[in-house]
C-alpha cells in the first residue's frame, strides 16, 4: 500500500505544527506522502508545510471539494486518506487502513470523541459509529482506493459545504462504508464559541436543506449565519448531525 494523506487547508498554521510530525512519527515503514492543499492561507500554512517535509499544492479556490480533488489527482498513492487539520487519526492508522486493503476494504472512516470533556459532545460523539448518513462527515477521516474515488468522479465541486455528505450518498450505493472501532480526536473550537444547541441547530439545518436538494451556496449562507464566530467561515463542512 502506498498512501497519500491529503489535508485541505486555510490558516490552519497551529494545527499543522502539531498535526503534521504526528502523521509523519506514525508512518514509519510505511509508503506515505503527505499533501496540503492549501487555499491561499494569510498565515503560516505554507512555511510550516513545507518545514515539516509535506507537499504543498497552492489551491486558487476556498471550496473544499476543489482542494481535495486537486490533492487526489496530484497523489501517487493507491489509497487516499483525508484528513482535517483539526483532527488527530489514531496512531495506528497507517496498519490499520493497510489492514482494511489487504482485506479487501474500498472505503471506511473511524469514529471519533472531541478534545473535550463535555457531557453533550459525548452524546454528539457516540453516534459517529453508525452506517447513517446523518451521522458521517470529514471530521471522521475518510480513506478510498483512488482508482475507485476516480471512477466515482472525485467530490462534487458545486457542493460548497456538504460535499463528503454528496459524495458518500453516492458512493454508499455502490460499495459499503467500513466504520474502524477507533476513535479520530476532533477540535471542540467550534462550541467554544457557539453553544451546543445553537451548533445542533446549524447541522440539523444544513442538513436538511441539503436532502432538499437546496443550492450548496444557500446551504452555506445558512449554516455560517447559524454560527456566532468568523472562524465557522473556514470550516466548509458540519460535522455528523448529532
Known amino acids: 500500500m502506498f498512501l497519500s494523506i491529503i489535508l485541505p ?43 515539516e517535509g509535506a507537499h504543498l499544492l497552492r489551491c486558487q479556490q476556498r471550496n473544499r471539494a476543489a482542494q481535495m480533488n486537486t490533492g487526489a489527482r496530484e497523489a501517487r498513492g493507491d489509497v487516499l486518506y483525508f484528513v482535517h ?16 486493503m489487504a482485506a479487501g476494504t474500498v472505503m471506511g472512516c ?38 475507485v474515488f476516480r471512477a466515482m468522479g472525485g ?3 458545486r457542493f ?12 454508499t450505493k455502490k460499495y459499503p462504508l467500513r466504520i474502524l472501532p477507533k476513535d479520530v480526536i476532533v477540535s471542540a473550537r467550534k462550541y467554544d464559541h457557539n453553544s451546543w444547541l445553537r451548533v445542533q441547530l446549524a447541522n440539523a439545518g444544513a442538513f436538511l436543506l441539503f436532502r432538499l436538494g437546496v443550492e450548496p451556496h444557500r446551504i452555506k449562507r445558512f449554516y455560517y449565519a447559524c454560527l456566532r464566530h468568523p472562524k465557522a467561515a473556514d470550516e466548509a463542512t458540519p460535522p455528523a448531525v448529532l
Open 9 to 51: 487547508t486555510l490558516n490552519e498554521a497551529d494545527n499543522l505544527r502539531r498535526l503534521l510530525p504526528y502523521l509523519q512519527s506514525n508512518t514509519e515503514g510505511y509508503a506515505v506522502e503527505i499533501l496540503v492543499a492549501d487555499a491561499m492561507s494569510t498565515d503560516d500554512t505554507a512555511a510550516v508545510t513545507l518545514q
Open 85 to 100: 487539520a483539526d483532527t488527530v487519526p489514531p496512531p495506528s492508522f497507517a496498519a490499520d487502513i493497510a489492514a482494511e
Open 110 to 147: 473511524y469514529r471519533y470523541r472531541f478534545d473535550s470533556p463535555s457531557r453533550l459532545l459525548r452524546i454528539n460523539a457516540y453516534f459517529t459509529r453508525f452506517q447513517h448518513l446523518w451521522c458521517q462527515g470529514g471530521d471522521k477521516t475518510f480513506f478510498i482506493r483512488r482508482d
Open 155 to 157: 467530490y462534487d465541486e
Open 160 to 171: 460548497v459545504v456538504m460535499e463528503e455528505y454528496d459524495f458518500l450518498r453516492k458512493a
